[in-house]
Structures are given as C-alpha cells and as structure tokens.
C-alpha cells in the first residue's frame, strides 16, 4: 500500500446548511470514483478548473470533512508519531486578531514553543520585520507568505495546499514557488498542489493529475521529469503543456 | 491633546446647562418635590459622611456584579450552543422569545414566592431577566462566526479550549461588548426593583424609604451618585477593555 491513498468512490454535496429550504434528493456529486496513490515525498500537483471540486478532494484529504463515500488512508511517516498535516488555504486565513508570531506559534507543538523556530523561518522567507505586525497591516503577498510559513512551522509530513498563490502578481507569485520548492527540497514532505494554472502545475509538480467533469474524476495522471532548467524555460513549459492537455477536453 | 481639551470642555458645558436648567426649573417650581442642586449636593455629602450612601450603594454593586456576571456566562453559553447548532436552536427558539417577554416584575415576583425573600433569590431573579437579552446577541455572533477560521483550527488540530480562546471568542468580542454594555444598563435598574420589593438595604430600599418620607432631595442625591458609579465602570472598564480587544483592526 502506498503512503497517502485516497479512495473516494462518491461525495455529494446535500445542502446540508439550508436543509429546511432544499429538498433532501437536491443534491449534487462532486466527485466520483476518484482514486490517487501518492509515495512519500512526492510532488503532486491537482490541475483542474475552478469550482469542479479539488477543494473538496483536499477537504477530505485533511479530515475536514468525513462525510463521503470511500477511505482516505494515510500511513505514518515515523512509526513514533501520527503523520503532520499543513494545509495552505485558498485565502490566507491568518487570525487577524493575533500578531504574525501568534499565528505561527498557535499551530506549533507544545516541544517547538521557545524554540524560536517561528522566528527563524519567519526571518527566512523575508518577513522578520513582521513578527509583531497584526496580519491586517500586511500586503496580500506578505500574507501568502505568512500562511505558508505556518503550515512549515509544524513540519508537515503532508502539505496540502489549495491555490495559495492565486491573485498574485507573476513575479510574486514565481518568487513564492521558488520559496516553496527549495523547503520541500531541505525536507522531505509529501505535497498535494490544487491549482487551476497549468503553467504553474508544470513549473512545481514531479505529478500531474488532471481533474474534470461534473461529478468530477481524474482525467489523466502524468509524471513530469523536467530538470531545474527546463523548469524555468518558458517555452518548454509551453510544450509540455500543449502535450499534457492535448487530449483532456477542458481548456485550462 | 486638544481633541481631549475640547471634548472635556464640551462635558463641562452640556452639564452646567443641565444643572442650570435644574436650578431655573427648581426657581420656578418652588416646592420641596423639586430642590434646588445645592441642596441635592448637600444632601449627598451627609449621607456619604455618615456612611449610609457608600454601604447601600456598595451593596447595589455587589447584587450588580454577581448577577451580571452571572447573566453573561449563562446567556453567553446558550447563545453560543444555539448559534452553531441549528436543531438546538430552532427546539428552543420559542422559550428564548418566551423568556424575552417576561415582564421583570413577574420573575422577581415569582423568584420571592418560590425561594423566599432571600439573597440568591434577588439575585436570582436579576440574571433570569437579562440572560435572554445576552443569548439573543450571542447567538447573532455565533451564526456569524467564520467558516475559514474554524477549519484552520480544526486542520490544525487546536482542540476546544484553544479553539473558544483563540477562534471564537475573539470573533464574538463585539456582541460580547454590545450585550455587556446593555447589560448593565438593564441589570442595575433591575436590581433597584428587586431591593425595593424584598431586601432591606441597597440604593433600591433606601428609595423606597424615601419615597414613603417624600425626602426628594435624597432620591435624586443616591441616584446621582448611582449613576455616576456606572459611568466610571463604562470609563475605567469597558472603554480600556474594548481598546484591548480591537487593538488588531488596522
């Protein structure tokens, strides 16, 4: 059995929060039938359009949400301790009401508290003069950067991470997947990438897997061995995208 | 600086006009129902030189006290259950607007009939009155709290304390100012009754007993005094602590 497998064989949507006003058959497939194995230590990013459910898939991945069809199996990474979840949500979602160092140390472990490692990471990714700021006083990309330095803080085994660059600027954007690459290369982490930039899927993920359709499925799952170089090159990224989405239907 | 010399200028100038218009009223009227403001004022130092204002109005206090915090606990947590669950809430929404149409007189009434003429029982009945008014407003900011933050705490694993610490509680700290301002406002007239009705001291006994001697000049002197208690609290306490808690908006 492989390290992370996800099995979902159906997830619907019923309306749950406006059940006295929807009928209870109103209700919508999301996914089905979607299966991934993923190997410790890997790359993968999710590529699919907007609003067709990797959210969701991501949500079920982290034990937001249990009520589906199907069984999300993740093996320990250590034998000694349950595996560490990071998820980077689609908006940063900082506690505006605590300072940046807060919001780092409210997701550290009891044994990290004191340690300072929220202020050396925080030095890290450029923000050490941020420390005290309240998350409102920072610019979106500052903020981008904060939610990701939270998620890193725990050492996560597993990163889940749900459009964390979107409404970006290119170059912040570009700058931030540098950041993120070189982490994931100082430590070993699995990563699930949900993007609806293809682009962006090429330049990060060793993995594709390209969701679509209503319910949405898996469409393709391609490996993406490109070196460092070909990486940055703009119009190899372009080649390898008009392969990849050749035959997959969806423009993306 | 000026911004605070000149609204402290204003508070002197709007109360001189009110006590001026006291005085031309008092000028007019003539008669011991009411007295001038400087036999108000001087009826207000004997009484706090004997003794008898200060203990009266520090036992007022302490009814206040016990019963608001009370009435914020209870009212805050059944606001909060019946915010986020939505069953609990439409099952009890009928006895929350029952219990918000009680008139005051009837559960004080009620609380002596039943447990006695006794401390629990005034204070008792205080906290029955405003603990709707409080889960009312909870349950607003409950329904309101914010779906992102409380997936963060539950992908992040923060458990329950640090969740209400952390999550919820700072989301709901502008109903909680909201209920607690009103609150005193409500409590501490409530508790007035509650004394004139079956204790045998606080402000509300002492206004009963004017009211038998028709003594104005003292029910208007320990009202004064009342609410200006009250105002320092608003001053020294709430505004200090509302600073606090909104420190973080830009």
């Not at chain 2, 402000?203 to 003594?215: I, P, R």
């Not at chain 2, 002197?221 to 105002?231: D, K, L, N, R, S």
Request: hydrophobic share 50%; proline share 5%.
């Amino acid at each position: 059995m492989s390290w992370l497998s996800i099995q979902v064989a159906q997830k619907h949507y019923n309306a749950k929060a406006d059940a006295d006003r929807a009928a209870p058959e109103a209700s919508t497939a999301v996914l089905k039938d979607v299966t991934l194995n993923v190997e410790y230590g890997e790359f993968v990013c999710i590529l699919g359009a907007s609003g067709c459910g990797k959210t969701t898939l991501l949500n079920l991945v982290a034990g937001l949400d249990k009520n589906f069809e199907g069984h999300i199996a993740l093996r320990a990474a250590n034998e000694r301790r349950e595996p560490r979840i990071g998820y980077v949500f689609q908006s940063p979602a900082l506690l505006p009401w605590r300072s940046v160092g807060e919001n780092l140390r409210l997701v550290m472990r009891p044994d990290q508290i004191g340690t300072g490692i929220e202020r050396e990471l925080l030095a890290e990714m450029g923000l050490e003069g941020s420390y005290d700021a309240f998350p409102g006083d920072l610019s979106l990309g500052m903020s981008r950067r904060v939610a990701l330095a939270r998620a890193l803080v725990i050492e996560p085994d597993l990163l889940l991470m749900d459009e964390p660059f979107v409404s970006l600027d290119e170059s912040k954007a570009s700058e931030l997947r540098r950041l993120l690459m070189r982490f994931w290369k100082a430590r070993p982490m699995t990563v699930l990438f949900v993007t609806h930039d293809s682009r962006e899927a090429i330049q990060l993920g060793q993995r594709i897997i390209v969701m679509a359709g209503s319910p949405a499925t898996i469409q393709r799952d391609e490996m993406v061995m490109l070196t460092p170089q070909q990486r940055k090159d703009p119009l190899y990224i372009e080649s390898v995208r008009r392969q990849i989405l050749s035959n997959s239907g969806p423009q993306l | 600086m000026t911004g605070r010399l000149v609204s402290a200028a204003n508070f002197i100038l709007s109360l001189g006009l009110f006590v001026l218009i006291w005085q031309l009223a008092a000028a007019w009227a003539k008669s011991p129902a009411l007295p001038f403001p400087a036999t108000v004022l001087e009826t207000f130092l004997l009484a706090s030189e004997s003794g008898e204002l200060p203990y009266h109005l520090a036992v007022t206090l302490a009814r206040t006290f016990v019963a608001f915090l009370l009435s914020m606990i209870i009212g805050a947590s059944i606001g909060l259950v019946m915010g986020r669950s939505r069953r609990v809430d439409r099952f009890f929404d009928s006895w929350l607007i029952l219990f918000l149409n009680i008139p005051a007189l009837v559960v004080i009434i009620l609380c002596y009939i039943w447990f006695g003429l006794t401390e629990a029982a005034a204070v008792l009945a205080v906290s029955i009155n405003k603990i709707p008014n409080v889960a009312a407003t909870m349950r607003e900011g409950a329904r309101a709290l914010d779906r992102q933050y409380m997936d963060l705490a539950q992908s992040y694993r923060f458990g329950a304390w640090k969740t209400l610490r952390h999550v919820i509680l700072p989301q709901l700290s502008p109903f909680f100012a909201a209920s607690a301002r009103s609150g005193l406002a409500l409590v501490w007239k409530i508790v007035l009754v509650v004394e004139l009705l079956g204790r045998s001291n606080g402000v509300g006994f002492q206004l009963h007993l004017f009211f038998q001697l028709f003594d104005v000049p003292s029910i208007l002197a320990y009202t004064i005094a009342f609410v200006a208690v009250i105002q320092m609290i608003e001053i020294f306490i709430f505004k200090p602590w509302e600073r606090h808690a909104n420190r973080w908006r830009p």
